[in-house]
Every structure is written in C-alpha cells, then in structure tokens.
C-alpha cells in the first residue's frame, strides 16, 4: 500500500511536525507500507486541496498531519472514493476517512494546573499560531487547568497566526510578558524559539509542548505539556495497512502513554505529587478537561 504523509508547513520544525514524522518513519516497518513524504504545502485553503488532490491521485491512502485536515480532506476524499484517507488530530469520519486524536489538551490542563502552581505574579500567559481545533482545545484545556487550581489567576491568551515566524512570536512573547505574566505555555512549531529569546530576555518561564523541553532547556522551560503525535500517525498507518476503518474518532490519552506532563528538576515535589493525582483523575475520566475557551483574548498593541 502507498501512504502518502500529508504535511502542512515546515517539516523539520523542532515540533508538531518533526514529532509526526517519527510516526511517519515507524510506520515504513508496516508490513506491505511504501509511505512517500509530501511536505511544504502552506497554510492555504486552495494549496492545501490542490496538494492534497495530487498526493491521492498517486497513492491508496493519505495521512494528512494536523487540524487544518478537518476542512480540506473531506472535500478531496469526495473525490477518490476508492481511496483512504486519516486525519491525525481530526475530528472527521466518513466513508474513506478516519481520524485520529492524541488527546493533547489533557497535557495542556496539567500544564495550566502547573503555572497556576508556580506563578509568582498572578499572570500567566498562552501563545499560539494557528487558530485550528487541536490548538483552540489545548487554549481551553491549559486555561481550565489555571482555573482548577486557583481561578484568581490572570491569563493573558493570542493566537499570533503562525507557527513558524519566529520574529512574530517573539514579538508577541515580549508583548505577554509585559501584561505581567511569569510564564508562558507555548503551543508552536519552529516559532518556538522567538518566544523563547523573548522569555529569556524577559526572564520568565515557558512551558513547551508536543516534546520535552524540560530536557533541552530546564532553566527556561519549567515544564512541557508531551503530546506523542508519532503515536498517532503510527496507529493510523497501522490501520490503513491492515484495512481497519475506524467509524469514530479513535483517542489517544494519558492511558495509552501518548500525553503527559513533563516538569524542570526545580519544581518542588509536592507540586508534581499534586499533579500527579491530577493526571491519575483526568486519565480515569473522574475529572473531564473542558475544550471551550469564551474569555477574553490579547494583541499586542503594536503588530509585528
């Protein structure tokens, strides 16, 4: 079977996309699995579909990598019937079409839990890029997490409209850290390191995600909401090879090792027993993670 792997953006972006690409990787083991790479398509409608539109045409099955598959797969998937299409963090099924979801807001509430434990000003920031439904989720879970700790806590949230310009979020970083807040949750790819100049500069905390970024840079990341996208890709890969075709959106959560939180060696045990009972709550399904945000949002004064 020929899988093409559907990337938008940058491949090698330290994030989201570098981690599905482990997946992608993996799943050239799949017995009977020849899987073509198609990366560099922008975040465009009309390049999006034509893109996708030609990987079909030359495959048996598309794995398309992120949110924004939710709109263009299903009309491109009309079109070839007789292919199979997975969206990895989707939230569409249909007759050729399965999708795939690494619970990664639950990472993202431990993560909100986390600031809202440590922050010394009251004030916590969120960036993102991309206003697609895994980031909006992660946006609502991390402000819950906040919430469930100590609701008196001040969160300054904006999606800067891109993942990989770091000159813009490095801007926008600078412009959250001046609202007041000591730590910021990230949810980027290779902008990831314009916000961290600018919480260096500012000499906050950041929180990372998709990855452990505690393990690269422990002084400035005091923690990481992991999201094992790999594992999703690698589950829908399996499927396609072996002809299983999910009805329902099959997740990925803290029970199956694919999200947790990951902490820097300096934040006290008590805190991460805390969180530990938190996860235990969240992974059981006691303690269900809201995925709706409706507060207020931030932008910077000034735009880059």
Not at 122 to 144: D, E, N
């Amino acid at each position: 079977m020929k899988i093409a792997v559907f990337f938008v953006g940058a491949l090698h972006d330290t994030g989201f996309n570098a981690n599905a690409l482990v997946g992608a990787d993996a799943a050239r083991d799949l017995p009977g699995a020849e899987v073509e790479i198609v990366s560099g398509t922008p975040f465009e409608p009309e390049a999006m579909t034509e893109a996708l539109d030609a990987a079909a045409a030359r495959s048996d099955a598309v794995i398309f990598i992120g949110g924004q598959g939710n709109k263009v797969t299903p009309v491109v998937a009309a079109r070839y019937p007789d292919r199979a299409f997975a969206v990895v963090q989707g939230e569409v099924t249909g007759p050729n079409i399965a999708s795939y979801d690494v619970l990664q807001e639950h990472s993202a509430f431990l993560a909100g839990c986390l600031a809202a434990e440590t922050t010394k000003t009251g004030v916590v920031g969120h960036l993102s890029g991309h206003r697609v439904t895994p980031g909006l989720k992660g946006r609502a879970a991390y402000a819950a997490g906040i919430a469930h700790v100590d609701p008196s806590v001040q969160l300054v949230t904006g999606f800067c409209g891109t993942q990989d310009d770091s000159a813009v979020t490095e801007h926008w970083a600078t412009a959250i850290a001046g609202q007041g807040a000591d730590i910021l949750f990230t949810m980027l790819n290779a902008a990831r390191a314009g916000a961290t100049r600018a919480c260096r500069a500012a000499g906050i905390r950041q929180i990372g995600n998709v990855g452990d970024w505690t393990a690269v840079d422990p002084e400035t990341y005091i923690g990481s909401a992991v999201a094992r996208i790999d594992l999703g890709v690698l589950q829908a890969a399996t499927d396609l090879t072996s002809g299983t075709r999910p009805l329902v959106v099959r997740h990925l959560g803290l029970s199956d090792h694919a999200v947790r939180l990951c902490m820097a060696p300096d934040v006290q045990p008590g805190i991460a027993a805390k969180l530990s009972d938190v996860a235990a709550e969240v992974s059981s399904g006691k303690l269900i993670v809201p995925t709706e945000y409706r507060g207020p949002e931030f932008t910077p004064t000034e735009q880059h």
